[in-house]
């Protein structure tokens, strides 16, 4: 999922219909596209500042992950 070889909304088989839903997934596709941006600047960084980026926005991610599994398992309980 985090390779880009499965997109996350399809995934969790989010509803994007749902408005909160639809906010988290866009605001995941915002920090999908920072870090494929962070990604391309790296051969001109300084290690240590890619890294302290690059861990901001991969925890920024997998928390907006957890959000949308968490809206999920809301909505699936009877």
Not at 5 to 30: G, H, W
Not at 52 to 77: G, I, P
């Amino acid at each position: 999922m985090f390779l880009g070889t499965v997109r996350a909304d399809a995934a969790l088989k989010v509803d994007l219909a749902d408005p909160a839903a639809r906010a988290l997934v866009e605001e995941r596709d915002a920090i999908e596209q920072r870090i494929t941006a962070l990604k391309l600047m790296k051969p001109s960084m300084d290690g240590a500042a890619y890294d302290a980026q690059m861990e901001k926005l991969l925890t920024d991610l997998a928390l907006k992950t957890k959000a949308l599994r968490d809206l999920q398992a809301k909505r699936d309980k009877p």
